[in-house]
């Protein structure tokens, strides 16, 4: 059987976000504190590159409603917390 494919959150993995990020119509700036990905129909603010993918998934994803319930949290909150 062949072994699973690996990837680690890593510095290496920064600059190929970056173009991602880019090649699906982000314009990403660096404000000297946060990262910002935006369009024309939001802005994304994030630690790195990285987190600002995330932030394009979620968006992405969910849109303006990305909340998830208090049953959601507590059950999240129960199993990692």
Same mark, same amino acid.
């Given at each position: #059987? &062949?072994?699973?494919?690996?990837?680690?959150?890593?510095?290496?993995?920064?600059?190929?976000?970056?173009?991602? !990020?880019?090649?699906?119509?982000?314009?990403?700036? *660096?404000?000297?504190? #946060?990262? !910002?990905?935006?369009? $024309? &129909?939001?802005? !994304?603010?994030? $630690? *790195?590159?990285?987190?600002?993918?995330? #932030?394009?998934?979620?968006? $992405?994803?969910?849109? $303006?409603?990305?909340?998830? *319930? *208090?049953?959601?949290?507590?059950?999240?909150?129960? &199993?990692?917390?």
């Amino acid at each position: #059987m &062949k072994e699973k494919f690996r990837l680690a959150a890593a510095s290496n993995i920064l600059v190929p976000i970056y173009y991602l !990020l880019t090649e699906k119509g982000y314009t990403i700036t *660096d404000d000297g504190k #946060m990262w !910002l990905a935006e369009n $024309e &129909k939001v802005v !994304l603010i994030a $630690e *790195d590159t990285l987190a600002l993918a995330g #932030m394009v998934y979620l968006y $992405e994803n969910k849109g $303006e409603d990305w909340r998830v *319930d *208090d049953d959601k949290i507590d059950s999240f909150v129960e &199993k990692f917390c």
